[in-house]
């Protein structure tokens, strides 16, 4: 059974850094893409940063230059350190790991609470 599972949320003020993890079992996280999106109350859900298979990284505009994702395979586990965190920051954050080809994957975690304050 495939457990996704992230911790690292909380509170933090504006301006802090929250480093975000993701532990992965049941699957080699080798052969995965791993995604973190993040859904605010009201809004759809969006990716904020995303790693490759082979460690290529792509990062939403409102997250480049603040927010790094990093992938051990060794440890099955995903990171996104967050850094100079703003308000609009606010959401829920979900770890997604994906497989395109066969035998094909999409597992979601069931998200950590970010809460920035002023």
């Known amino acids: 059974q495939v457990q996704v599972v992230e911790s690292g949320g909380g509170l933090v003020q504006a301006g802090g850094s929250l480093r975000l993890s993701c532990a992965v079992s049941?699957?080699?996280?080798?052969?995965?893409?791993m995604g973190w999106y993040r859904q605010a109350p009201g809004k759809q859900r969006e990716l904020v940063a995303a790693?490759?298979?082979?460690?290529?990284?792509n990062y939403a505009d409102s997250a480049k230059g603040r927010f790094t994702i990093s992938r051990d395979n060794t440890k099955n586990t995903v990171y996104l350190q967050m850094n100079s965190l703003k308000l609009e920051d606010t959401a829920v954050y979900y770890c997604n790991a994906k497989k395109e080809t066969f035998p094909y994957g999409d597992y979601w975690g069931q998200g950590t609470q970010v809460t920035v304050s002023s």
């Open positions: 790693v490759s298979r082979g460690g290529m990284t």
């Open positions: 049941g699957i080699s996280l080798s052969v995965y893409a």
